[in-house]
Structure formats: structure tokens, C-alpha cells
């Protein structure tokens, strides 16, 4: 346990002295259960080598309000395609949470979106993974024709692509799993293992 505290300092600095009204813990608790569990479905689906392992409520000195700690099982270098659309649906696990369980969203999620835009547009730009096969090639030409406006059109329409279809896997999860029953453990516990969150859904102990 005092490894696992040690894990959260330097991860998210010292527990804080923030109180948060009842109804905002109900939420970080809510927005934490989402990112975990679209994490651990797309793993058990071996479409991301990344499991969720370790969700807390406890606020930290660093900002944060509550984290969900996903972490890789092996120390595979590359990443594909389809990983990083995984990665992208984590992100949105918990706005899309929130939306589900309270019927709308917080600035608890700014951070998540922000992520989310920059992926998206890295996975276009960067790594030659745009939706749009005109766009790869357009890549590979000209400053000139990169900045035009049929190339830019085509660089958000890409990302919007992206974003869209992360948000849609995220929901299509969490629409089948117990959000709201693993929520209320973690507000009750407010701290839960990867361990004890597969347990929870193997076993169906909610």
C-alpha cells in the first residue's frame, strides 16, 4: 500500500488539502470509471498492450483531481494505426462517462480534448495515418501545395475523422458496461487497482 502511495506522489504529487462537493467527487469518480474501463475492454480485445492500473479519486498536489493510471505490459516500441485509435477512445472514456451517467459534461475533460485534438492531428500530419489517402500523398510535396486550402480542408477534415470515430467506440463501450455500479465502489474506496477492477467485471461482484 505505501508503494502504491509512493507511485501516486510521483505521478501526481502529494495529496492535497482540496475538498470537492460531494457532487463533483460523484463526478471525478464517474469521468476515472469511463477512462478505465474503455481501457481495459480495448485491451482484453488486444487492440492496445496498455491495461488501466490504478484509479483514484484523491486529489493531488500536481492539479489533478483524480487520475487513472494506464500503463503498458511490455516495452513494445512501435505503435500502430489502430493503438493510437485505441488511445484516442481512452481519452474520451470520461467525457463521454460524464454525459451518460449526469447528462452533460465538465471542464474536468478540457485536458482530455486537448489531448485528443493534438493526437488526432499528430496522427495526420506526423505519421502519414490520415483518413484521407489524397492527404498522405499531398505530404510528400511541396510547401507551397501543403498550406493551400484544399490541403488544409482535407487535414481537418482527417482529424475531425479521427475525433469522431474515437468518441463513437468510446460510447458504443460504455454503453454495455456497469459505469454507474463501479463508479459508486470507486466514490466509496477512492482508490481501485487494475487487479480489483478486472475482478469487479470478471466476477460481476457490483
Given amino acids: 500500500d505505501n508503494l502504491m502511495k509512493g507511485l501516486d506522489q510521483m505521478v501526481m504529487g502529494r495529496p492535497s488539502s482540496r475538498k470537492l462537493l460531494d457532487d463533483e467527487k460523484n463526478r471525478v469518480a464517474i469521468h476515472e470509471t469511463g477512462h478505465a474501463l474503455v481501457a481495459q475492454h480495448l485491451f482484453d480485445l488486444k487492440r492496445t498492450n496498455t491495461r488501466p492500473t490504478r484509479m483514484t479519486i484523491i486529489p493531488h498536489s500536481k492539479g489533478s483531481l483524480g487520475m487513472t493510471l494506464i500503463e503498458p505490459i511490455d516495452d513494445k516500441v512501435l505503435t500502430t494505426q489502430g493503438e493510437y485509435e485505441s488511445q484516442l477512445a481512452i481519452l474520451f472514456g470520461g467525457r463521454i462517462a460524464e454525459e451518460l451517467i449526469l447528462g452533460n459534461i465538465s471542464d474536468g475533460a478540457s485536458d482530455d480534448l486537448q489531448r485528443i485534438y493534438r493526437l488526432a492531428r499528430q496522427m495526420t500530419l506526423g505519421l502519414g495515418m490520415s483518413t484521407t489517402d489524397q492527404l498522405n500523398i499531398v505530404q510528400v510535396e511541396s510547401t507551397d501545395i501543403r498550406h493551400g486550402t484544399v490541403w488544409n480542408n482535407m487535414m481537418d477534415t ?46 460481476k461482484m457490483i
Avoid: Y
Avoid at 164 to 192: G, N, V
Fill in 158 to 203: 482527417s482529424v475531425q475523422k479521427h475525433v469522431k470515430d474515437a468518441e463513437k467506440q468510446a460510447r458504443s463501450i460504455l454503453e454495455t458496461k456497469p459505469l454507474k455500479e463501479i463508479a459508486d465502489i470507486l466514490l466509496i474506496e477512492q482508490t481501485i487497482s487494475g487487479q480489483r477492477l478486472t475482478n469487479l467485471l470478471a466476477n
